[in-house]
């Protein structure tokens, strides 16, 4: 079974880089066919998709946030990681690690996504941006 846990600073300020990391464990995220994702959600509203990383190190953004999102990983760490630049108090939320067997973006559809096209889930780590 495929875990996985994410990782990262609470609490950032406004117009600072947002950092996370997701440690996969119980399988390699170079494994095909596996898709690994950044999702959150803000208080009160629905699921997010802000992008993924392929098992082949092809990334893919939410076109919305593409302009200030980095996805990358480290194969050697079994690791993924998060960069939102320029953040604001609007990206406070929970952000999700998860994995999917099929590359949700080509579906097209970024909020709200059905958590059940994810067949694993990091627990989520609050990330609140303020002053």
Do not use: H
């Amino acid at each position: 079974q495929v875990q996985l846990q994410e990782s990262g600073p609470g609490l950032v300020k406004p117009s600072q880089t947002l950092s996370l990391t997701c440690t996969v464990s119980g399988g390699s995220i170079t494994t095909n066919y596996g898709y690994w994702s950044w999702i959150r959600q803000p208080p009160g509203k629905g699921l997010e998709w802000m992008g993924a990383i392929s098992y082949s190190g092809s990334a893919y953004y939410n076109p919305s946030l593409k302009m200030r999102t980095d996805i990358s990983r480290d194969t050697s760490k079994n690791q993924f990681t998060l960069q939102l630049s320029s953040v604001t108090p609007e990206d406070t939320a929970v952000y999700y690690c998860a994995r999917s067997s099929s590359n949700t973006y080509y579906r097209g559809i970024y909020y709200p996504i059905d958590r059940d096209d994810y067949n694993s889930w990091g627990q989520g780590t609050q990330v609140t941006v303020s002053s």
